[in-house]
């Protein structure tokens, strides 16, 4: 079965720049999701979109921007980035109904330098 | 968002039925229960939910206790690729589906 797919595996960056993170869901589900977990952290919720839409955000910095395309891949977008932002995002997707599992992808190892 | 509680670790012998408690006492009615685990470093994986009946599927079973204030996932015959962390999550789905991943339980199945 399809799974989620995530692009690029790892990133490495240096300090005030930019990257850019793709994520495409499993065909014919209509949300996506974006976490981030640091080191020795547990997952946190980045922000979420339904039907290309925004749906709901947690606490992604201003510094972050993402987008659902019309063909519903989703883009996460991190300007100045910092050491801090050194992490694995992942990106989840669901059919919201009925039951709203959500099914996540590998990830992207982010690491700032 | 209800909260919920879980022991941050528990041991398993292989081939056991491992059974992993967690406690939301604050949940509502209509907020519904869902588990999840993550493997090292893996993106984390939907096992099983539930509202009020108990629950059946190929990866595990989901007790929820009369008044819903507690449940308990069991794997009823766990093996060493079950190591995982695993997350009980309250949710109310239509309103909000978002996961708020609390510390989880650390599950140490040895041989």
């Known amino acids: 079965a399809a799974g989620v797919i995530q692009s690029p595996r790892h990133l490495i960056k240096e300090k005030r720049e930019t990257a850019t993170l793709k994520c495409y869901p499993i065909?014919?589900?209509?949300?996506v999701y974006w976490y981030q977990q640091g080191p020795g952290q547990d997952p946190q919720f980045l922000i979420s979109f339904y039907e290309k839409m925004q749906s709901d955000k947690g606490s992604i910095p201003d510094r972050f921007s993402a987008q659902q395309f019309s063909d519903y891949h989703s883009e996460l977008n991190m300007s100045s980035l910092e050491l801090g932002d050194s992490a694995l995002y992942f990106c989840?997707?669901?059919?919201?109904?009925?039951?709203?599992?959500?099914?996540f992808g590998p990830g992207t190892r982010l690491t700032v330098t | 968002d209800a909260k919920t509680t879980q022991p941050p670790s528990m041991d398993c012998a292989e081939g056991r039925a491992a059974n992993l408690p967690c406690n939301h006492s604050t949940i509502s009615g209509n907020e519904y229960v869902y588990w999840y685990r993550q493997i090292h470093s893996q993106g984390p994986q939907y096992i099983i939910h539930?509202?009020?009946n108990n629950e059946t599927n190929e990866m595990a079973s989901l007790i929820i206790t009369e008044d819903r204030k507690s449940s308990t996932l069991i794997l009823p015959h766990a093996t060493l690729r079950d190591t995982a962390v695993y997350y009980c999550i309250v949710i109310s789905p239509g309103y909000t589906d978002k996961l708020i991943f609390g510390t989880g339980t650390r599950l140490q199945v040895f041989p």
């Open positions: 539930g509202l009020k």
């Open positions: 065909p014919r589900h209509d949300t």
């Open positions: 989840a997707s669901s059919l919201r109904k009925p039951t709203y599992e959500q099914y």
